[in-house]
């Protein structure tokens, strides 16, 4: 939890700062070990990539939760005391976001428009590597974006609109990267700014980090099962 007063204002910004760095620094940098060492990645047996990317992520969440350790421990004894209220509180931001984006992928299709590129990623590994996406994408996934998109920004822009506005921008954004620009890219930017708006939306409400992990954590959830199903029964 945060908060914010005029003697710690910077820290928190540094705070926030520091973790955006970390995770463009690990999200981009990852394959420069390879690269120096002159290993092509593509030659490697998949467990080892697998074993390195998972490495990677928790190395990231390790160093994240480390500097935000403070806040992150009020948030959570505030979560074990607060945890059905929120719940019951911010279902239905939750359940309005996945209509949104339902109706944005709807529209989508009918427009003639596919997956996107992350979309096509994730499915194709989930075929391949259904246990290391499992973890990447249900467990690892939440915790990582919402404390660099949620906790990170929120450190840095403590205006209430602009924060939910920019984290929910730019997490939408960096999800369509090499996915092709053209007239129907607002509509893929909603399909995934949706969800960010509502999270980024609990966060400044309750000033708990763990309301908007939980709800990541189940909708991530509730879409790979759903592939699980289509995967078993196509």
């Known amino acids: 939890m945060i908060t914010r007063t005029k003697e710690n204002d910077l ?3 540094l705070k926030g700062v520091l973790v955006i760095f970390i995770y463009f620094l690990f999200s981009f940098g990852q394959n420069i070990p390879f690269i120096l060492l002159r ?14 990317s998972l490495a990677v992520e928790l190395l990231m969440i390790s160093l994240i939760l480390f500097i ?3 806040e992150i421990k009020t948030a959570f004894q505030d979560l074990k005391k607060n945890h059905l ?7 239905k931001y939750y359940i309005i976001s996945v209509i949104v984006m339902v109706s944005a992928n709807m529209l989508i299709n009918t427009l003639g ?15 391949i590597f259904p246990i290391y996406t499992f973890i990447s994408a249900v467990i690892l996934a939440p915790i ?3 404390s660099v998109f949620r906790l990170a920004f929120r450190s840095i822009i403590s205006n209430d609109f602009l924060f939910i506005t920019i984290s929910s921008l730019i997490f939408g954004s960096l999800h369509l990267i090499g996915t092709p620009i053209n007239e129907l890219l607002p509509l893929y930017l909603l ?16 000033n708990n980090i763990f309301v908007s992990i939980f709800f990541h954590f189940m909708h991530n959830g509730l879409i790979l099962s759903l592939q699980t199903f289509l995967l078993i029964f196509s």
Request: hydrophobic share 30%; glycine share 4%; with cysteine.
């Open 11 to 13: 820290k928190y910004c």
């Open 68 to 70: 935000f350790d403070k």
């Open 144 to 146: 990582l974006e919402e």
């Open 113 to 127: 428009g596919g997956l996107s590129t992350n979309e096509t990623t994730i499915r194709n590994e989930f075929h």
């Open 85 to 91: 209220n929120y719940f019951n509180k911010y279902l």
């Open 39 to 52: 290993i092509n990645t593509s030659e490697l047996p998949s467990y080892i990539t697998i074993m390195y």
């Open 191 to 206: 399909s995934y700014c949706s969800c960010a708006f509502a999270f980024a939306y609990m966060l400044k409400k309750t």
